[in-house]
């Protein structure tokens, strides 16, 4: 019931957020927030640490971009375009990693994806390093028209909405308890008779189609696409989202996709800021060092806050909840010696 409540206070504040806010940074925010969900599918519910997620982030908004703007398909087919691609991609990757385990598999998503980068940089339908430009966000099914940031503030949350509702069902299906499963004990998850390779692969390709639907979507938001939403340092920052968060809650990813976007974007403010009130003109360059601080922070938790932020605030509640009994109990045995 708690959780129920705490997703209708998000939904509420999310609705009302435009209105106060700017609308293009907030989708920017709603995008990397389903990448950072789709890509803990894997690693928080299944255990598989991809390298290699920014091949479906950016694969999907190139070929959304390239669709909507130079063969001129409608908006939504364009997305559906850029997701089905992602979801092929996904399966070809999928299908040659997961015949590896640890470090293994990850090396290998990560090899693939820089040949994903490669092509990207050589393709002529992608423009090499200029990127596509010019996306047209056109109408969503003939009617709305998306050339209005409002209109497609809703629509945007409406995806990501329904992209979080897809991975709440998957974890909460028979089908997500078997990757739990297959994370926890993957010997014993064969030895009940499960396929953990095809299991995994579902969990693979599952993940990259939702990557690829965020891409799709940054990509109409913002009206262009380059080599850096295809490049490995993407595919780190969605590791750091999900670290930052929280790896395998449901709430951690989002928290820490608005953390480390909205850090990258502010930095450079904060850092005008400081300067003038402290008179230290070093602050001023801190926009130019968002690697270095995203860095510290990856540090921090990892030595500090392990579980993440939502993780670290679950673990403490639980703990104040199995105190409390504990004190409740010390209370009754007082009153009773009071009373002896």
């Not at 109408?139 to 629509?155: A, E, K």
């Not at 670290?243 to 449901?250: A, D, Y």
């Not at 990258?264 to 001023?284: P, Q, R, V």
Request: aromatic residues 10%.
């Amino acid at each position: 019931m708690s959780k129920k409540i705490g997703y209708g206070i998000a939904l509420a504040l999310a609705l009302a957020a435009p209105f106060f806010g700017y609308p293009v940074f907030l989708m920017k925010l709603l995008c990397f927030a389903l990448f950072a969900c789709a890509f803990n599918l894997l690693i928080g519910f299944t255990g598989l640490l991809s390298f290699g997620h920014a091949a479906f982030f950016g694969s999907a908004g190139y070929v959304t971009g390239h669709l909507l703007t130079v063969v001129g398909l409608p908006t939504e087919l364009g997305i559906l375009a850029g997701v089905a691609a992602s979801a092929v991609l996904g399966l070809v990757v999928g299908s040659l990693a997961i015949r590896r385990q640890g470090i293994y598999f990850s090396m290998i998503t990560l090899a693939l994806a820089q040949m994903v980068y490669f092509a990207a940089l050589r393709s002529p339908y992608t423009h090499g390093e200029d990127g596509l430009q010019g996306v047209p966000r056109g109408r969503l099914f003939g009617v709305l028209d998306l050339g209005n940031d409002l209109t497609l503030y809703y629509v945007v949350l409406a995806i990501a909405v329904l992209g979080f509702a897809l991975i709440v069902r998957t974890v909460h299906s028979p089908f997500g308890q078997v990757l739990k499963a297959i994370k926890e004990n993957e010997p014993r998850a064969i030895s009940l008779g499960y396929d953990a390779d095809r299991y995994k692969l579902l969990a693979f390709v599952l993940s990259a189609a939702l990557t690829g639907l965020a891409g799709a979507t940054k990509t109409l938001v913002l009206g262009f696409e380059t080599l850096t939403d295809v490049h490995w340092t993407m595919s780190g920052l969605v590791v750091l989202m999900t670290l930052v968060g929280g790896m395998g809650t449901m709430a951690g990813p989002i928290i820490g996709a608005f953390v480390i976007v909205a850090l990258e974007n502010k930095l450079g403010d904060l850092g005008l800021w400081l300067s003038e009130t402290t008179g230290i003109a070093w602050f001023s360059t801190l926009g130019e060092s968002v690697g270095m601080v995203t860095g510290l922070i990856f540090i921090v938790c990892v030595l500090l806050f392990r579980r993440g932020i939502v993780g670290e605030i679950g673990a403490l509640l639980e703990r104040r909840a199995r105190a409390r009994p504990d004190a409740g109990a010390r209370m009754a045995v007082n009153k009773e010696r009071e009373v002896a």
